[in-house]
């Protein structure tokens, strides 16, 4: 008897199944090659990637919260020229499609480094981080403003050969409304929802938690917004739309593709338990199994 | 993997020490690793804690852990029986000196645990090993015993009301003006009492290395959570991958 | 020796404490005066009253997920002669300062209710409701957008002899927008923050939890982004800010008092423990006895 | 209220059976009524779960439960010693009947609890009393030794596996046909069940009571998240306050 079939086609990407890791979570895919093969994923997301080396935010990066953390990492990466010569060149190795996270301070720096990952031919698909500071506007995040957004986009898309996703931001009053922005400057689908913006306070310093005081929230206690997120937004746009915030197993990642995500992403589960996305997997299989799901596109936002 | 708890008794004011049972690669540890322990049984602690392995044996690994939090008191709480969901041994451990070095062991209060397995390598390697352990107060010492088992002992106190009264650093300059020499130090606890020696001996020929702590979200190199801030500034080094242990030439502390 | 002074004053309100139950979690009180006084409150706040009685929205209204709930009650309440007539005297004699949570779905019926209340005598202050949808404007809700916000604000101000505090949502942009909107408005405090907009789905009907959809996320779930939302405002405003979201214990309160907050609120915490608001209050004066703070002063917004 | 767990077993498929000590007002329990039980020691879970008082005696209280969700079967793994945080007695029980009128109690899968402790109440009110309990199937059937102490007890099942194959409705038609009547009928099971009775009965003089079920926030009725349709369509009733019993003609099912 065959089993369910978790393939799964994103902008014309073929996955072998729905089940990625979130990006900024799972470096360049080394650390966890160490506890199983990576092409049993079905794609490997990297850490975002900036023109130059970035050092990041000072310490501490990270708080613990009820049922999720927060992060300020503040896009520390090795920059374009060493994921180019070192990262993707290993990542090409393991039999996975690659999806590069861009991100940038100006729309040069966008267009210049999504220009590059693609021209490589090393990289499936490019994912825009739009949460990004936009320098030149004054440091107000790419991803909250249609018009800027749309822009950066249509900019990007132009020298991109590759499917081109967007990675919405979940601080903005009406996800719609830049999803639909997105859509008009031309992605190929939408990555959402990335963290939403949040702050702890330590009682006996007195002082926020984070060295950068604010910080970006995951984990399980985002998912009932980033659920509904994905599900207005399906109701909307027509492009795929992957789904993630919280994500920990099999049911989390369903409920996701029934409220109208293609794929998902799972984040902050891999800290907790480095095997989340293959346990994950498994676990979407057998609910497949036991309910007679043949192929995902018989529950794709069945909840809509 | 998950390791089953052997014994979990309080050894010191707020300091507990576990001892677990389990498939584990007993035989690779290497002093200075740790293990990133899960808390709790569901969704509401999404973060394992980062515990430095303190004794191992062929089929026991032992962690020494003060309660300063909701992980901690959690696992302070297990009862013999139940089972630890645990990740390692993760990160770089100390590098060993030759044969006969002379060698100097400096902890502070929590950070002495990894200094035990060290301790009990460096034993075989080093004819005279001095140790010195610093606590705050007497009630929160502990394992001065085994540590005495393992070379020349110096306990100190903040407030003088076990060993010598004072910080570790006073104790090491005590010993050098009595004449000691090291040829290594290797050191763990709170980040002012290693930046300390590290300046005290910064201008000797004394090799160093410190382990070092930060908040960790993976434990194994993934998320660029812990980084530190190294003297060549290039790219930061991660602690729970490049380290905890560094060459103390190499890190700003 | 004199105890902690736990007392604070809020817009001219003397309350006795920092703690009140939040809006729409605590009835008009007389459930959980079977469990404690309510006068050891700061104050008692009431559920949401329209002009006439709401029925709600079809069950079910309520789900939990991790770390928290959601809830779409949908503004369920006897309407304002019900309250006037029966609550507001049964709760003036609890010798507590009763704080009438207004909600409409027009300029007009937010003035109307707000004065009547107002008029009565029965009431220390109004709290604004303005998450709810402006049927005029589209339905879009009253606190998006900061013209209509200083607006219905300024509206309702006009009629209203007692305090007037503006509750925000948090689903928005930037909410430091729409507290500088309350403040030019004239309200004078600002309670934040109300549910942020999220959705669970039932794996087996694959259909949404609630009958509504979504609904409102309340809880530990959502502290870090209430503080930070805290935190963001006292950055800008000059009138007291009333802190909620996920407040379960005293050190949540004091987190939000030393992110700026005058006061708190406790919503989801009364149905895990009917005694977690003077659970809360022996908390915090706990804490202030440990720490040798005589005064909340002494704290507020010490993390600024 | 933290209540000590003195009995947690299995008693059918899914199912347990929970006996509590510990300080509680038992003499005040009216059958019906029900408590709200906190679900873990974190906050993960922010919202009791509701749970039916199926026996009380002076100073023990017994729960049934179907394990369904995460809050059941952490119920279900609770051990003995351990101590759950209840509240209640909550809500508005079963309005008793006057004594010698001939009662139907008719309860269905996890909705027959409550009416154990209502049946052993109306034993003494009334000589002759009917119980019908309906089950999916055997393995699912509990207490029915208990219940057939209290009357004339017939089981139905959905497949037959026990008792008459068929729903509840049925074998309350058998039973009418068969020349029983009815003053009272009380009822709790699936809404469904509920619905068909209350039709079923429409035209009669028959009084019935039915008790509700909703998701719950509060329990106590502060919170308005478990109201029913009543039929003069006035500001609804809430369940946990007003019910969870109703006059079956009060309310829309
Ligand atoms: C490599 C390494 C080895 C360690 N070895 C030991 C040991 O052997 N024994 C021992 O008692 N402690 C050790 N620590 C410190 C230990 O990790 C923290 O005390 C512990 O994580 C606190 O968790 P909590 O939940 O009790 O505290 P909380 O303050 O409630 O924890 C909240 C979050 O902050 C993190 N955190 C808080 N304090 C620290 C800290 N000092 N260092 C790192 N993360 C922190 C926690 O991991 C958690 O993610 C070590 C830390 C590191 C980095
Ligand atoms: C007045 C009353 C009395 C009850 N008595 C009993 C009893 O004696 N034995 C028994 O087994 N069950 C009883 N129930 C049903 C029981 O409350 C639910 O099965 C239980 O809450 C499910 O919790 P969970 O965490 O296992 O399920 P989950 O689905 O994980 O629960 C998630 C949330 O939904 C709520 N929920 C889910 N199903 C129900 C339901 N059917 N009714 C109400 N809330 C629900 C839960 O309370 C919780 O808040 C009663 C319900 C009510 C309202
Ligand atoms: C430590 C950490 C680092 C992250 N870095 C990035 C990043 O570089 N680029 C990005 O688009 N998202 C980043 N994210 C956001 C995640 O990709 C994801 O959108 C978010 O964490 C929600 O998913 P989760 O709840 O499964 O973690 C990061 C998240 C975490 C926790
Ligand atoms: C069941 C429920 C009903 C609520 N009703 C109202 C309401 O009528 N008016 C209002 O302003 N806020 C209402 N809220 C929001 C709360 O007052 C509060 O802002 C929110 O729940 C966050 O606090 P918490 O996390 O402590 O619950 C309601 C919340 C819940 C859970
Ligand atoms: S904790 Fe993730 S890189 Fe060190
Ligand atoms: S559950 Fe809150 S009113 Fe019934």
Known sequence: ?????????????????????????????REYAKYYPLNQLGAVVVKAVTRLPRQGNPTPRVAEVTGGMLNAIGLANPGLEAVLNH??????????????????????????????????GLAAAIELNVSCPNVKAGGISFGVDPGVLKNLVAEVKQVCRIPLFVKLTPNVTDIRELALAAQAGGADGLSLINTLIGMKIDLNSRRPVLANKIGGLSGPAVKPVAVRMVYETAQVVDIPIIGMGGIATGADAVEFIMAGASAVMVGTANFTNPLACPNIIAEIRDFMLENGIKSLDEIRGCAL | ????????????QNVWEITLAGQFPYESVQPGQFIMVRIGRGSEHVLRRPISIAAVTEERLTIVLRVVGEGTKWLSKQSVGEQLDV?????????????????????????SPPLYLLSSKLQALTPDLDLVLGFRTKSECFWTDRFSQLGNLVITTD?????????VLDAVEGMLQSGHKWDYVYACGPQPMLRALQQYFSETAVQGYVSLEERMA????????????????????????????????????
């Open chain 1, 1 to 29: 008897m065959k089993g369910p079939d978790l393939s799964v086609e994103l902008a014309g990407l073929k996955l072998r199944n729905p089940v990625m890791p979130a990006s900024g979570c799972f470096g360049f895919g």
């Open chain 1, 87 to 120: 990262e993707l060149p290993w990542l090409a190795k393991q039999d996975v499609p690659v999806i590069v996270n861009v991100a940038g301070a100006a729309v040069e720096e966008y267009v210049e480094v999504a220009r590059s990952i693609a021209d490589s």
């Open chain 2, 1 to 12: 993997m998950l390791l089953k708890i052997k014994e979990n008794n309080q050894i010191a």
């Open chain 2, 87 to 111: 990740l390692g041994p993760l990160g770089r451990g100390f590098p060993l000196p030759p044969s006969n070095a002379k060698v100097l062991v400096v902890g502070g209060g929590i950070g």
């Open chain 2, 159 to 167: 407030d003088g009301s076990a060993g010598r009264a004072g910080n």
């Open chain 2, 218 to 253: 993976c434990g194994v190199g993934a998320c660029y959570g812990c980084v530190c801030r190294t003297k060549d500034d290039a790219f930061s080094k991660r602690i729970c991958a490049d380290g905890p242990v560094f060459d103390w030439n190499e890190v700003i502390l």
